[in-house]
């Protein structure tokens, strides 16, 4: 077997317990969409099933760029960085062992609005990340480009939007603290990031010198 080959699969491997998860997750929310699509009547059903809509589509893309993303060029050799990377990008599943939230109907509508909206320009980032998607703290490429060329993390932003959407369905103020923490590590995840791009691309200091990391002008 060529080196090439071993370290596909090495990689596969590594992003299977993702895979996996994601594709039970779409075996749970696709008959529940289906169902809430007969059943829809009015504004609140319909921002409901845009949610959803969305949700699936964020997670077969993720299942798609894990599977063909590129190899490599560099990886953190962090142990902490590697703890930080899974933490922040699972944490904010622990929001669903919570209670439900009662939501009055506009609530409603502004979750799911915040949640669609996120998730749709996540959809967005990432089809122009493609291949140099990454979970662990890795060059996969530099993309400097499209939203990246407002901010140095607009996956995160995006994403942190549609958590703060999904928190309001679950029972106050753990869900929003849950969501916070989440945040707090994915901060520290860019920084880890950061690290290993500006190591790995020389082109990557002179960019993140002239580009915010989340928000354009302030930050």
Do not use: K
Request: proline fraction near 6%; hydrophobic fraction near 55%; aromatic fraction near 10%.
């Amino acid at each position: 077997m060529s080196v090439s080959i071993r370290a596909r699969l090495y990689d596969l491997l590594i992003a299977s317990p993702l895979i996996v998860w994601y594709m039970l997750g779409l075996r749970g929310f696709l008959p529940q969409m289906l169902a809430d699509a007969r059943a829809m009547t009015g504004w609140v059903d319909g921002c409901r099933f845009a949610a959803q809509l969305a949700t699936i589509l964020y997670m077969l893309q993720t299942i798609v760029l894990l599977l063909v993303r590129r190899l490599p060029q560099a990886r953190s050799q962090d142990n902490i960085a590697r703890a930080v990377a899974v933490a922040a990008a699972n944490l904010q599943l622990a929001i669903l062992i919570l209670p439900r939230a009662a939501l009055s109907p506009p609530m409603v509508i502004v979750s799911a609005v915040l949640t669609a909206a996120g998730l749709l320009a996540s959809i967005g980032t990432l089809a122009w990340l493609g291949r140099s998607f990454s979970i662990l703290p890795q060059a996969r490429g530099l993309i400097t480009s499209g939203p990246y060329r407002y901010v140095r993390h607009p996956l995160y932003a995006a994403e942190f939007v549609a958590s703060l959407g999904s928190a309001l369905l679950f029972a106050q103020p753990w869900s929003l603290l849950i969501t916070l923490a989440a945040f707090a590590l994915q901060l520290r995840r860019m920084q880890f990031e950061e690290v290993i791009l500006f190591q790995t691309y020389p082109e990557y200091g002179p960019y993140r010198a002239q580009t915010a990391r989340l928000l354009p002008g302030i930050y």
